[in-house]
């Protein structure tokens, strides 16, 4: 029997192979995403190749399954939730599931994205994740908002306790 996951985790749940560009859209982590992100990272990266800098994607849209997964594995590999949840969201939380995020790389192309990418609506969100991009439309006027330290921070991804102990988004 195949486990769920391991077909999630595949390009068809929005694993990403090396080499991948924003112009892939047969690959689920790029044609899944969000028109708007999408058409914004695309004209930033020709923006960028004018000026010899090239994007690959490292993570776009992501099935519920494989967010999973990839929370999983960050529990496992960083000793807690607490600690994962600096790096990685819930499945009914993530931007990526919602296709409103992507991690662009190669690392050498980011600071041209820091520095150019509020121009075209496209902001890093936390501080500790350079890889990191969400549309936000009214950057190209006002600049990006304020990154959070890291993804625990974001009002957005967080689950409070409620007075009784159960948890509510």
């Known amino acids: ?22 112009f892939d859209d047969w690959f689920p982590a790029v044609g899944n995403l969000d028109p708007g992100l999408l058409q914004a990272v695309r004209t930033a990266a020709k923006a960028a190749a004018d000026d ?8 776009g849209w992501r099935a519920p399954e494989y967010q999973a ?4 594995e960050a529990v496992e590999r960083l000793g807690s939730a607490e600690e994962a949840a600096r790096w990685v969201a819930t499945p009914d ?4 599931v919602q ?16 520095e150019h990418g509020a121009r075209f609506g ?3 969100i936390y501080g500790n994740e350079p890889w ?3 549309l936000r439309p009214e950057a190209a006027e006002q600049g990006c908002p304020p990154m959070y ?19 509510s988004a």
């Open 1 to 22: 029997m195949t486990d769920p996951d391991d077909v999630a985790a595949g390009a068809a749940g929005g694993a990403v192979p090396r080499g991948v560009t924003v």
């Open 93 to 96: 939380k993530s931007a990526h």
């Open 149 to 167: 330290p890291d993804p625990s921070h974001d009002p957005r991804l967080r689950i409070f306790r409620s007075p009784g102990g159960t948890d």
């Open 69 to 72: 997964r990839i929370l999983r």
């Open 122 to 124: 496209l902001c890093q």
């Open 52 to 59: 010899g800098v090239e994007f690959v994607v490292n993570g």
């Open 132 to 134: 990191h991009y969400e």
């Open 99 to 114: 296709g409103d995020a992507i991690d662009l790389g190669p690392p050498h192309a980011m600071p041209w994205l820091h």
